[in-house]
């Protein structure tokens, strides 16, 4: 898949996705402890820099194990994490894994998550050669369906008490993107 040692950095038009660092911890827990934006991510609140160090070494493990990647998004003149994207649950045998993202509150509504998604499927089908793209969303989180819609991704079905967070049973859409719907979404443009 890559070299466990190098992290890749990706650059958009107003994004760089980098690797997030212990510096980021406090920025990571901004957005991170906000309701709103942990509504539909499957854990509660943070409510210390301890459980944003957590999820940063869940980052790390993920990359070092070779099962996924989680780039910080950040604005290219201010350099601070306002959010992450990345893949999880990478099945190489298969060439099949899952993406996921979350962006702070105050940045949602100009189009970030959608540039940095956008640059990360290109990662995924063209860096690692992926077939396959799946993104499991809550039914009620309309934002991430219409998102994962917009770049082409098909419902596929409903994956009933799938996942058992914060006390309950949700529910989760499957979604798929395969390489060729997007090659030819790519030779469109």
């Known amino acids: 898949m890559r070299d466990k040692n190098n992290f890749p950095v990706i650059e958009t038009d107003r994004l760089i996705l980098r690797q997030v660092t212990k510096d980021d911890a406090e920025s990571m827990l901004a957005y ?20 944003a160090l957590d999820e940063l070494a869940w980052y790390q493990s993920i990359f070092e194990e070779n099962k996924g990647i989680r780039w910080g998004i950040t604005i ?10 990345g893949f999880l649950n990478f ?11 979350e962006l702070s509150k105050e ?36 934002s ?30 499957m979604y798929s993107l395969l390489k060729q719907d997007y090659e030819k979404d790519t030779d469109k443009k």
């Open 76 to 85: 290219k003149e201010q350099g601070r994490v306002i959010g992450s994207c």
């Open 144 to 173: 991430s369906k219409k998102l994962v819609e917009s770049k082409g991704f098909i419902q596929e079905g409903l994956l009933r008490n799938y996942e058992f967070t914060c006390g309950k049973f949700d529910d989760l859409l």
């Open 32 to 51: 991170l402890s906000d309701q709103d934006v942990m509504k539909y991510y499957g854990l509660e609140p943070f409510k210390s820099i301890d459980d």
């Open 91 to 101: 099945v190489s045998e298969h060439r099949r894994s899952e993406i996921g993202f």
């Open 107 to 142: 940045y949602w509504g100009y189009g970030i998550a959608s540039e940095a998604l956008g640059a990360i499927i290109t990662y995924g089908f063209e860096q690692w050669n992926l077939q396959r793209i799946q993104a499991l969303i809550e039914p009620p989180n309309s």
